[in-house]
């Protein structure tokens, strides 16, 4: 059971828009730690997509972004492409646990 | 360019030991926020240990005691020694560089380079 709950799986057809939602607690979310967002392409290692809830690191596609709302957060990808299709992990800090923690992660199938 | 090249995963019978080596380039080791994170077979990721650039140290509840992060400066190299490996253990165990920033009264941090990653199998 993860500190932060996301949806196990989203999908949707290429074109598409799709959100994926990252929910914490007063813990961590709630007590003001950022989220920062993960892209795994099957096979591969994890890459950093957004940081500080909307923040895209340089050769990340606008179509990514992401935004806040209390205890949660949530990743948005426009016009869906066939590329996109990974799991998608958000990472926060739990000050109970002492540590930083991730999503469960949620699987994007594009149709 | 950053890379991180991990090694030293392998085969390890519960109970036994094992050190990864994660050879950086393109960056000083000792200057940066450096962590472990695995991922077991099929599951998703779990943050293992951090070390400060000041050389403090942070581990994750289920290593804690058996697990010690550490750097060799002259080889720019971080290390993770596994000690009393236990099947739950198993995972693929990828390093990377953390980064950080201040917003909303706290330290953020978030981890922007990864290796990619070295399999350490816990079995008999």
């Known amino acids: 059971q993860s500190v932060l709950t996301q949806p196990p799986s989203v999908s949707g057809a290429p074109g598409q828009r799709v959100t994926i939602s990252c929910t914490g607690s007063?813990?961590?979310?709630?007590?003001?730690?950022?989220v920062h967002w993960y892209q795994q392409l099957p096979g591969t290692a994890p890459k950093l997509l957004i940081y500080?809830?909307?923040n895209r690191p340089s050769g990340v596609p606008d179509r990514f972004s992401g935004s806040e709302s209390g205890t949660s957060a949530s990743l948005a990808i426009t016009g869906l492409q066939t590329e996109d299709e990974a799991d998608y992990y958000c990472?926060?800090?739990?000050?109970?646990?002492?540590?930083?923690?991730f999503g469960g992660g949620t699987k994007l199938t594009v149709l | 360019e950053v890379q991180l090249v991990e090694s030293g995963g392998g085969l390890v019978q519960p109970g036994g030991s094992l050190r990864l080596s994660c050879a950086a380039s393109?960056?000083?080791?000792?200057?940066?926020?450096m962590s472990w994170v695995r991922q077991a077979p099929g599951k998703g990721l779990e943050w293992v240990s951090t070390?400060?650039?000041?050389?403090?140290?942070f581990y994750s509840d289920s290593v804690k005691g058996r697990f010690t992060i550490s750097r060799d400066n002259s080889k720019n190299t971080l290390y993770l020694q596994m000690n009393s490996l236990r099947a739950e253990d198993t995972a693929v165990y990828y390093c990377?560089?953390?980064?950080?920033?201040?917003?909303?009264?706290?330290?953020?941090?978030?981890?922007?380079?990864w290796g990619q990653g070295t399999l350490v199998t816990v079995s008999s």
């Open positions: 007063s813990s961590n979310i709630g007590a003001g730690y950022d």
């Open positions: 393109g960056f000083t080791v000792s200057s940066n926020y």
């Open positions: 500080g809830y909307i």
């Open positions: 990472q926060s800090y739990d000050s109970s646990l002492s540590g930083w923690v």
């Open positions: 990377a560089t953390s980064t950080y920033y201040f917003s909303s009264g706290s330290y953020q941090y978030f981890f922007d380079y």
């Open positions: 070390i400060f650039s000041v050389g403090d140290t």
